[in-house]
């Protein structure tokens, strides 16, 4: 098995989709997400973090690696699959990885799929001071009732002019909303997919 997995043509704008803390590359958020940009003509790279690797590997569940390593790995896929200027970003955890790389030369923008603003029940821990600073552009996806930062909550946020933030209808951290909301995960996840291809081509284009 692959620690990396690519969807579409070497041809297309490219996205390098990083996961969550607590599951890899072929967990099916990201699958659908790969896949739907795919259909919009974007090639996607997912990979996967040396923790995850060796789950994979002897299927011991272990925590995420501390972000210096993260940072480097990540680092290492962007300078082995960038050509050109790409756009990153990932799920959660590995949106947050990104977006402390957007400065990267190779990296044109960042896209951060629920980004985790802070542990559920704790906002003191906040986790976002660098979007205060970002220069390059960032997209934020953020359900608007997600406990890692509610809408509410991230409206109160000193973010950039840099990142925009668009909010997923009552979506969870997997952007997954209420059954009584009128609204599907399916739906949600399509949204999520359109925004974010229209912005990897606005950055491709621009760059």
Same mark, same amino acid.
């Given at each position: 098995?692959t620690d ?7 041809s297309?704008p490219?996205?390098?989709?990083a +996961?969550?803390?607590g599951?890899?590359?072929e $967990?099916p958020?990201? @699958?659908?997400v790969?896949? &739907?940009?795919?259909?919009? %003509? ?6 996967e ?13 272990r925590?995420p690696d501390?972000a210096?390593?993260l940072?480097e +790995?990540f ?5 082995q $699959?960038?050509s050109s @200027?790409?756009?990153?970003g &990932?799920?959660?955890?590995g %949106?947050r990885m990104?977006?402390l ?5 190779q990296?044109?923008?960042a896209?951060c799929?629920?980004f985790?603003?802070?542990?559920p029940?704790?906002p003191?821990n906040?986790k976002?001071a660098?979007?205060?600073s970002i220069?390059?552009?960032c997209l934020i996806?953020q359900g608007e009732?997600d406990?890692? %930062? ?15 933030v668009?909010y ?13 909301s009128?609204?599907?995960e ?6 999520a997919?359109e ?6 081509f606005?950055?491709?284009n621009a760059?």
């Amino acid at each position: 098995m692959t620690d990396v997995i690519i969807n579409g043509k070497h041809s297309d704008p490219v996205f390098i989709f990083a +996961h969550g803390a607590g599951a890899g590359m072929e $967990h099916p958020f990201m @699958s659908a997400v790969a896949s &739907g940009l795919e259909q919009k %003509g974007i090639q996607v790279i997912r990979f996967e973090f040396p923790y995850m690797q060796k789950r994979r590997e002897d299927g011991k569940k272990r925590p995420p690696d501390r972000a210096p390593k993260l940072l480097e +790995h990540f680092q290492s896929v962007i300078e082995q $699959h960038a050509s050109s @200027s790409v756009v990153i970003g &990932g799920k959660s955890m590995g %949106g947050r990885m990104a977006s402390l790389l957007a400065e990267h030369h190779q990296v044109a923008a960042a896209a951060c799929l629920g980004f985790p603003f802070h542990p559920p029940g704790k906002p003191e821990n906040f986790k976002g001071a660098h979007l205060a600073s970002i220069e390059k552009p960032c997209l934020i996806l953020q359900g608007e009732r997600d406990t890692f %930062g509610k809408k509410e909550e991230v409206a109160e946020f000193s973010l950039s002019k840099s990142v925009k933030v668009h909010y997923i209808p009552d979506g969870d951290h997997s952007f997954k909303p209420s059954k009584s909301s009128g609204f599907t995960e399916e739906q949600n996840i399509a949204q999520a997919v359109e925004v974010l291809s229209q912005f990897i081509f606005e950055v491709a284009n621009a760059s």
